[in-house]
């Protein structure tokens, strides 16, 4: 795990200021996968890269995270978790 956050920290270092609101959140939530399902590290960290890659690309700062759909998780329930992630309220 301690390789998995020095990882995510230099990713982190290039990220544009304004998404790493966004980028903290997927990153909390992707170590806690891993953690909490280290068989599944290719498909998390694969879709974690590609989270990266649109957050250096563009101002992605008023959208909520993209975190990982829990397994049994309505697609309601997954997008009210995005949100609340990125500080949104639902209703």
């Known amino acids: 795990m301690t390789d998995d956050r020095a990882i995510i920290a230099q ?16 990153a909390a939530d992707l170590l806690k996968w891993l953690k909490a399902q280290p068989e599944s590290r290719e498909v998390y960290t694969g879709m974690f890269w590609t989270n ?11 959208a909520p995270p993209c975190l990982v759909q829990y397994g049994g998780e309505t697609a309601d329930e997954y997008l009210a978790r995005c949100y609340k ?3 949104y309220k639902t209703v």
């Open 11 to 26: 990713i982190r270092q290039t990220i544009p200021t304004c998404n790493l609101k966004v980028f903290d959140a997927e």
């Open 52 to 62: 990266v890659q649109t957050l250096k690309a563009r101002d992605v700062s008023k």
């Open 85 to 87: 992630a990125g500080g």
